[in-house]
T-cell receptor, first 114, second 112 residues
């Protein structure tokens, strides 16, 4: 079975540029999560969706970050304009709705902002 | 604010050793505690614990939860070099959907 698919795997860009990260959740999973992982702060939840609707975006660092889920099989996380401190590994995870359903993670996007 | 503290942060052992990783938590309306293993890429799910005193086991790995003392342990027996990874502990609230709060992780290195 296909797992959570993220693209690109690596992204290197200059500060000020727009960055778009993509995620395809596991088919049938109704919850989707975006995380950021850094050495300093560990794994932090940025935002999550249930049935394509954003439920909690309190982890989004600032207005430069935005996330969308236009349908059940696709989500994007956009950073504009990007800054060097945004450099991190960004993970997408999905799970079925309901109690007792663990999240399954994609392989992540390693983002470097120069 | 939910809090998850893991210890030790780093551990180096030899193949064949047994290790115990610790996770303590503070969370309002606790639902479950989860363990993940992260090698080079994605965290992969190991266990979900919801009830105190019931051991979950998978091969050489086992885990148990104490909801009174607010902690969990992950045991790995007869360690192998392939067990080298970061082990992450996370907690989930009853009222937060599936939102997880993660600890910093324990970096385990198993030397041959």
């Amino acid at each position: 079975d296909a797992g959570v698919i993220q693209s690109p795997r690596h992204e290197v860009t200059e500060m000020g540029q727009e960055v778009t990260l993509r995620c395809k959740p596991i088919s049938g999973h109704n919850s989707l999560f975006w995380y950021r992982q850094t050495m300093m702060r560990g794994l932090e939840l940025l935002i999550y969706f249930n049935n394509n609707v954003p439920i909690d975006d309190s982890g989004m660092p600032e207005d430069r970050f935005s996330a969308k889920m236009p349908n059940a099989s696709f989500s994007t996380l956009k950073i504009q304009p990007s800054e060097p401190r945004d450099s991190a590994v960004y993970f997408c995870a999905s799970s079925p709705l309901g109690v007792g359903q663990p999240q399954h993670f994609g392989d992540g996007t390693r983002l470097s902002i120069l | 604010e939910d809090k998850v503290v893991q210890s030790p942060l780093s551990l180096v052992v030899h193949e064949g050793d047994t290790v115990t990783l610790n996770c303590s938590y503070e969370v309002t309306n606790f639902r479950s505690l989860l363990w993940y293993k992260q090698e080079k890429k994605a965290p992969t799910f190991l266990f979900m614990l919801t009830s105190s005193g019931i051991e979950k086991k998978s091969g050489r790995l086992s885990s148990i939860l104490d909801k009174k003392e607010l902690f969990s342990i992950l045991n790995i027996t007869a360690t192998q070099t392939g067990d080298s990874a970061i082990y992450l502990c996370a907690v989930e609230r009853e009222t937060s959907g599936s939102r997880l709060t993660f600890g910093e992780g324990t970096q385990l290195t198993v030397n041959p």
